[in-house]
């Protein structure tokens, strides 16, 4: 099946008012482009490196997530053109994303990563830390990053019924905030990721087809 067919099919599963993230990570130039004729705008990268070089390569009005783990180390290179940082997870990511926000003179929007997944691998924050960012003080202090909503991974199963539980335990934490983009939901199961009240989804492999 071609990008532009796949993209089209997902489209047409998805509520206008969600966010279609199409995660292009590891695929070519031209894979990015294909979509990219066929209306998509926002793409979704989890290296730092690959998306800086994609950034260059490609349209400008192309608005680049970062969906990955970042490292603080790394916030510099993306700082000038990053759209959205779906995978802050701790305080001194948000003041590193500030910092060079500043150096840009521009206002970066992040979201904070819940940890939902039973899974040891999953990077992310509990409500309760999630919920200590919100109210601190020293938030309000980082006048270049804008905390916009939350983003989160269900665990790598089979069993519908663990990740819709995952899911809407996020979409009730989320329920208790002001923030307004919820994150979550990949190929294999961002339906149940609308169901549970999800208005961004991140998908990769359902539009450009398998990584290896
Ligand atoms: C790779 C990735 C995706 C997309 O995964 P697919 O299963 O290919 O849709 C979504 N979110 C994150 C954080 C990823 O790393």
Known sequence: MSIQHNLSKISKNIPSEITLVAVSKTKPIEAVLEAYKSGQRIFGENKVQEMVEKHEALPQDIQWHLIGHLQRNKVKYIAPFVSLIHGVDSFQTLEEINKHATKNSRIIECLLQAKIATEESKFGMSFSEIQEILDSE????????????????????????????EFKSLKTFFNTTSLKTLSMGMSGDYPLAIENGSNMVRVGSAIFGARN
Do not use: E, H, P, Y
Request: glycine share 8%.
């Open 138 to 165: 020293k938030l309000r202090a980082l006048q270049n990053i804008r905390v916009v909503g939350l983003m989160g991974m269900a665990s790598f199963t089979d069993n519908k019924l663990q990740i819709s539980k």
